[in-house]
Structures are given as structure tokens and as C-alpha cells.
């Protein structure tokens, strides 16, 4: 029959419109499926079967990418082009006080942080980034050893 044919094609315009709407892949393993019931209800008038073509192949399809998409993922992260973790290693001057497990301010690369360090550090103090604990700074005062 013909309306069930519409019911496929109706539901893979809705799934790849909803799919088109967001950011994720949320709804194209249903096009798929989608997709092969609508060919098989060229062949068949069983409801049933259209059913049962589109569960498996939209299960298929989901159980094949979603592990290969995982894993490009996890190999293409995006290197860190600004921002605090770029601050390690690097000196700079302490712009406000900074007492034991009270932030202060630090200037690192011309920019002013947030920074935390386990001694007090008085302002004008030349400071050495250790780690960063979110746009946190972690630093200490430069010694003759960090500026080797």
C-alpha cells in the first residue's frame, strides 16, 4: 500500500529535520532505519516487517558509528590554543597579595589572573605558573632554581 510508504518518508523528513535542529547525532540512525523500512514497504504490505527492518537497522546503524565516532573523537581532541593551561611554566608578577588559600591577582603574558600559591607572596613578587586548578593560577615565588 501507498500509505505506509508516506509514513516512511514522513518520519525520515521528521528524523533528518530533527537531526539538522541540533548539534548531536540524535536522530539519523533512525533516518536510516527509516530509510530501509521505506523500501521494504515497496515490497511488502506487512506493517510488521517494515517495523522490524526499521528497529534493526536503526539498532545497526547506531551500534556501528557510535563507537568509531567515540573513538575519532577521543584522537582528534582540539589542541588548547588560549587560556590558563598555556600559563605553565611561565613567569610573571604578583598584583595583589596572595596569603596561603586565598586567591590574589597575578600578571602572566600580559594578562591578569586569579591565583592561589602555599606561601604568602606580596605584590611585585615575581611568581612562576606550577598548575592551574580551572582559571585558577597555582604558583610560587621564582627562585634561582626556576630561573635556570
Known sequence: MWWDTILWLAAIVLFVAVEASTTALVSVWFAVGA??????????????????VFAIV????????????????????????????????????????????????VRVDGLDWQAKAGVTLAPDTRIVVNAVDGAILIVSPVTEKTTV
Open 35 to 52: 530509510a530501509a523500512a521505506m523500501v521494504v514497504s515497496f515490497f511488502s504490505v506487512s506493517l510488521g516487517l517494515q517495523l522490524l
Open 58 to 105: 536503526s539498532a545497526v546503524a547506531l551500534g556501528v558509528m557510535v563507537p568509531s565516532l567515540a573513538k575519532h573523537r577521543k584522537e582528534h581532541q582540539p589542541p588548547v590554543t588560549n587560556g590558563s593551561p598555556l600559563t605553565i611554566g611561565k613567569q610573571g608578577v604578583v598584583l595583589t597579595a596572595i596569603e596561603p588559600g586565598l586567591p590574589g591577582r
